[in-house]
T-cell receptor, first 115, second 110 residues
Framework: DTGVSQDPRHKITKRGQNVTFRCDPI?????LYWYRQTLGQGPEFLTY????????KSRLLSDRFSAERPKGSFSTLEIQRTEQGDSAMYLC?????????????FGSGTQLSVL | QKEVEQNSGPLSVPEGAIASLNCTYS??????FFWYRQYSGKSPELIMF????GDKEDGRFTAQLNKASQYVSLLIRDSQPSDSATYLC??????????FGPGTSLSVIP
């Protein structure tokens, strides 16, 4: 068990560019979540997957955001035409949804800075 | 109304005191409730989980749940400086996803 891995750790981009983040969950976990966190705030739900199926995408999320989890393993989060307001920490978490105790294991996050 | 709300911080308590953290949620069908701790610059980590009304104790931590009032709390007894962190209340909603509150920052003063 190597934990949840996220890549890259840091990303600096110019406004208008596209960026893609990758998350590798714990191998036996069937659920994968993406959250966004800004300083002094809690993680904001973006989307989540059960195996390869995307179960929900936040209604607050712009169409510029898209996520995939092909084959139910790793996941990617893409942001198109980045804006300065997209600057945040993007957290991935995985879990095994076996019962009520759905413990989330978080990666170290990808810190995005949009200049 | 936000889905998960927490008492505004920062909260400061002296070492050895009891720290009390509160959380309310809007989805009455929510299934289970979690407290995560997040140290500055780190990712959240789970410290408590509760799904039945009443109290659940684990060492110095006690989680309390009142579903009728849609209220969850976390008590930290004998607070230590190492408890200084942000505490996040999380809820597994009736839609089966886990969402978080804004967090409460706790400082334990030696």
């Amino acid at each position: 068990d190597t934990g949840v891995s996220q890549d890259p750790r840091h990303k600096i981009t110019k406004r208008g560019q596209n960026v893609t983040f990758r998350c590798d969950p714990i191998s036996e976990h069937n659920r994968l979540y993406w959250y966004r966190q800004t300083l002094g705030q809690g993680p904001e739900f973006l989307t989540y997957f059960q195996n390869e199926a995307q179960l929900e995408k936040s209604r607050l999320l712009s169409d510029r955001f898209s996520a995939e989890r092909p084959k139910g393993s790793f996941s990617t989060l893409e942001i198109q035409r980045t804006e300065q307001g997209d600057s945040a920490m993007y957290l991935c978490a995985s879990s095994f949804d076996r019962d009520l105790n759905e413990k989330l294991f978080f990666g170290s996050g990808t810190q995005l800075s949009v200049l | 109304q936000k889905e998960v709300e927490q008492n505004s911080g920062p909260l400061s308590v002296p070492e050895g005191a009891i720290a009390s953290l509160n959380c309310t949620y809007s989805d009455r069908g929510s299934q289970s409730f979690f407290w995560y701790r997040q140290y500055s610059g780190k990712s959240p980590e789970l410290i408590m989980f509760i799904y039945s009304n009443g109290d659940k104790e684990d060492g110095r931590f006690t989680a309390q749940l009142n579903k009728a009032s849609q209220y969850v709390s976390l008590l930290i007894r004998d607070s230590q400086p190492s408890d200084s962190a942000t505490y996040l209340c999380a809820v597994k909603t009736s839609y089966d996803k886990v969402i978080f509150g804004p967090g409460t920052s706790l400082s334990v003063i030696p």
